[in-house]
């Protein structure tokens, strides 16, 4: 208690407050400062050369050849080429190959390669290279995401150096899709094998320079790229954050030059902001209510059909969207090939109850809808509970963690087991194939696959597997058609709305692009 | 007293064992299966059950639990079920960023909490202790990811005077710890207020104001010192907090720290980086812990530790 | 009767209770912010009685062409995304946030106060396992077991209840056993065990009032942290289900709209914001009161 004592005290007080600022200062120096020269105030700075690009999440992967998320394979589109590419409406064009030809069945594809092109580690690209990634992909011990396409292949063959010929074990239409998987440089994967993910080696416009996990992902530009000159963009730095309003305040600071997705809530706040640019895009995501047709009562189409006249489109886009996208017109978005309108369910509650009456259910019926926690999601969700409520069905809102969720309806051991009522979901695709077989195809029900409704429609079943073993486009349209309208007269669904891409970037910034399906275009990438 | 820390370090390695079996059974109690994510939505069976295989939980869960202690036991953490990457090389950045962060949050909360507190205290009932502890209170009625989004409108987007996120500098962390530390201060403050106030009551302190020192003294001789015991308590208890606060805090600043990495990965249910960044939460907490209580005995002595 | 009462020996404990709550009210109205946050706590729980019968709007209902209108003479708070009548919701969700933070700080405040006590007076073996379980309890992080007590109980307000009460626990236990371990070295405890009282009876009759006043301050704090970690629950969608007005699900079902239509955010925040200053004030000022020392 006497005065040592208290020096004692003070002294030990005092240590652990230095100790703790001496850690901190200590840890700070630790972590990279890449980005930190991008500031706000670069208009007297000399020409400005990188561009930082927010997105919401973590990438995941950097091999373009095991990847499932759509912002990993945004990024890597920087770096990777496939054979084909899709540009920024979705369209496809020639990437390392200049041509190739199908043919009838679909069986035999065959590609003339871009010649003169090679990796960024210097290894030549040429037709060995093709079979070396064909070969892994299609090889089921790899264990690669993009086996799930790849199966398709039987053999992969080098006619030349600079001419490769793909054979199909059976006919598959939407395989020419599936060759804008990224190429992967042949010494690359032999030397780093597995961590090929940390590593990526590529022939794109733009080459990897670091990843500093959970932080950024940056690259450079590839002075020898094939297509020199499209893009002037020195550096690009990928960033994940999270946070909608920190995203979009680091666009007003000019933190990043480009941020994606932008929510539809904050776009107002940008608009008239000066330097900052408010883009739109029609996106390839169909935004649904997936409805459990093996359960009652929504194995009478009546059912089905009422609940679509009861839920008000218009509405829902205002109130939910904020006014960004449009009503979904078909079973997938009008960005996509062979592309059907079918109309709207009018929003019509005296139709809707006359319907309820005639299936039997006048005074409604009680029930729920499940979705993940996002705020989106549970907005989405209330509506529904909404609109539902006034043609006397109660809808009780049930939002789980999206793990919770897709466990419960994918990890289900017979479709007759599923607990689901109805699923409010999202879906998007880049090929009718993926819109429609995954989606609609009786093969697919879970657990096997994504027909979350239960879907069975012998004449949709048929019409798909014709679809997938002809590579004539008409024909191919005219059947994709019945799928569509055969559909949407079933109802599955509740039929909400398409997805609009939402993005931001600074007013000096031109050639980049969010793409229908969210990939991040930067071919083109310049600053003005 | 060495003795005594010894046998507290020793205790530390039931406790994490305790701790590791805990959680490794309840994230598998806890539905989700991470091979669903990890395959995707239109993954076929067969294509399920070879990412089962791969990823090593097609075994019995007594099984996997061996696995992974052995490997736990030499050092290896294990490889992410989401990324594919070794978890030691995920931690590598992200372990700094956090521990910089809330240490930087108790540091300024110590201070500033410390001297409300005691100002409060010494000026009880005057416009100081009014303002100090408004101050105090507000800090924590408000939620973090709140304070963290209005922080983040004012200062960084119409002042302009720090980053919106990231850890690219010092500044960069001002905010973040602001928004961290704020609960704590004022937990502190409240603390040590009360504390001193009742310490300023004991019979000792009145014989040193009856002996005729002077109040400053007695303050800072005698009253400070004694109130301290709960206040260092708080101090180690709000440790564990700030570690699940800055999970908030992480995603607000978009900082790339363990507990962004840990809520990502409770998410995918990604159980070896789950265990991983708890394991080493935990070490970290009863480490602090342990100091707390040696700072305990150096303050009052009275304390016995005899069992 | 009364006057008979306090004069005879064998009334004693009545009359004391009495008295001292006479001196209690009259210390109490001294305490002016105290008195008036109390006040205020006292309407909230009128309220929460009453919210149904007061709301001008049903706080279900929703209007879309009203959507997110900021405060006017109709809806004195302005209106949400669905066009509900946001005051309305602020008043019926008072029971909600209220209901929830108090049974379960209450919850983890009897048991955590018992197994502190326990944990300090005894010492040993006891201590070291309860003091070393609290240390695993808080190793894990809330939110972490929050998500795992709702993923495995299911969402819904008595699992929020429960994961709320876990977390508090052990703060409880600690605390109580730090004031214990002091508490016991105490003359007048060390008096009583040389006179052969019964360890319960030390613990409870001698000891607890000893720990009391850093409880009252605690449990004040723990409702407004409780109030904040319910909405984080209902902010991460594990807690009320989402058109209920619970005010920490209308805060983060709100933040979408920060920047664009503020109040939906603000109003929310404000109610909390008062609610928790309001608790904390009534703590420090119970304090001050029940302060043992100045009591005997």
Known sequence: MKKASFLRTASVLLFSVALLFGCSSGGGSGSGTPAASNGGATTGAPQKDQLVIAVNENFITMDPQNTGDALSSGVQSAMFEGLLIYDKDLKLMPGLSTEYSVNKDATEYTFKLRQNVKFHDGTPFNAEAVKINFDRMSNKDNNLRAYRNYKYIKSTEVVDEHTVKVTLNQPFSAMINKFTTGIISPAALEKYGKDITKNPVGTGPYKFVEWVQGDHLTVELNPDHWNKGAAKVGKIVYKPVPENGSRVAMLKTGEADVIYPLPEQQVETLNGEEGVKVERTPSTITRYVSINMLKKPFDDPRVRQAINHAVDKDAFIKVVKSGYGAQLESVMSPTIAHYAKQGTYEYNIEKAKQLLKEAGYENGFTTDIWGNTNSDTMKGMQFIQQQLQKVGITVEVKSMEEATLSDEIYGIKSPEEAKMNMWYVSWSSADPDNAMRSLFSSENFPPAGANTAFYKNDLVDQSIKEATQSSDQDKQKQLYGVVQENVFKDAPWIFLAVDEILYGKRANVNGVYITPSGGIYVREAAFQ | ?307 | ?296
């Open chain 3, 1 to 296: 009767m009364e006057v008979v009462k306090e004069i005879g020996h064998n009334v004693v404990v009545p009359t004391e209770k009495k008295s001292r709550a006479r001196e209690f009210w009259k210390k109490w109205k001294k305490q002016k912010t105290a008195f008036w946050a109390g006040f205020f706590i006292l309407f909230l729980f009128v309220i929460a009685l009453f919210g149904p019968w007061i709301a001008p709007y049903d706080p279900y209902e929703p209007n879309y062409d009203v959507t997110l209108q900021t405060p006017s003479i109709e809806h004195w708070a302005g209106t949400d995304e669905y066009g509900r009548d946001i005051l309305s919701r602020i008043i019926v969700g008072t029971g909600i946030s209220l209901g929830v933070s108090f049974s379960s700080v209450l919850v983890g405040a009897v048991v955590g106060t018992i197994l502190g006590l326990i944990s300090g007076y005894y010492g040993g073996w006891m201590d070291r396992l309860i003091m070393r379980w609290s240390d695993v309890m808080f190793a894990f992080p809330d939110l972490l077991l929050a998500i795992a007590i709702v993923a495995i109980l299911g969402p819904g307000l008595t699992n929020v209840v429960v994961a709320v009460a876990v977390f508090s626990i052990p703060s409880f236990a600690r605390l109580i056993r730090g004031n214990t371990l002091a508490a016991k070295e105490a003359v007048f405890v060390e008096a009583a065990r040389s006179m052969g009282a019964k360890s319960s009876r030390i613990m409870f009759r001698h000891i607890f009032p000893e720990t009391v006043s850093s409880m009252i301050v605690f449990f004040s704090m723990r409702i407004g942290t409780s109030i904040l970690a319910a909405s984080s629950l209902s902010f991460l969608g594990l807690g009320a289900a989402p058109e209920s007005p619970d005010w920490g699900a209308m805060l983060s079902m709100g933040r979408d709209y920060l920047a664009t239509s503020p109040h939906v955010v603000i109003i929310p925040g404000i109610a909390i914001f008062l609610t928790v200053l309001a608790f904390n004030l009534v703590g420090d000022g119970l304090r001050d009161i029940l302060d043992p020392k100045t009591k005997n």
């Open chain 2, 1 to 307: 007293m060495f003795r005594y820390i010894v046998k507290r370090l020793i205790e530390i390695i039931p406790i994490i064992f305790v701790v590791s079996l805990l959680i490794f059974f309840f994230i598998h109690l806890v539905p989700g299966d991470p091979v669903r994510l990890a395959a995707g939505k239109e993954a076929t069976l067969e294509e399920i059950e070879r990412v089962r295989q791969e990823l090593g939980l097609d075994k019995p869960l007594l099984t996997q639990y061996i696995n992974y202690m052995q490997n736990l036991l030499t050092g290896n953490l294990g490889h992410s079920l989401k990324t594919g990457l070794p978890i030691s090389d995920m931690f590598e950045n992200r372990f700094s960023v956090t521990m910089t962060l809330t240490f930087m949050s108790l540091g300024w909360a110590l201070v500033l909490g410390l001297l409300i507190g005691t100002i409060s205290a010494v000026f009880r009932n005057k416009w100081p202790d009014y303002v100090g502890m408004l101050t105090a209170i507000s800090g924590i009625s408000l939620p973090g990811f709140w304070l963290g989004l209005i922080l983040i409108q004012v200062f960084s987007v119409t002042l302009g005077w720090f980053p919106t996120g990231g850890v690219d500098s010092w500044k960069s962390y001002v905010l973040p710890s602001l928004t961290l530390g704020a609960g704590i201060m004022s937990m502190l403050a409240r603390f040590t207020r009360s504390s001193l106030l009742e310490t300023l009551k004991e019979d000792f302190i009145r014989t040193g104001r009856a002996k005729g020192l002077k109040e400053s003294v007695v303050v800072r001789k005698h009253a400070l010192k004694n109130s301290m015991i709960p206040v260092v308590t708080i101090a180690g208890l709000q440790f564990g907090f700030l570690l699940g606060g800055s999970v908030v805090v992480e995603t607000v600043f978009s900082i790339p720290g363990m507990g962004r990495l840990l809520i990502d990965s409770i998410a995918f249910r990604d159980y070896p980086v789950v265990q991983a960044v708890i394991l080493l939460f935990s070490l970290e907490f009863i480490l602090v812990n342990l100091l707390v209580d040696i700072l305990y005995k150096a303050l009052n002595p009275k304390i016995r530790y005899d069992s």
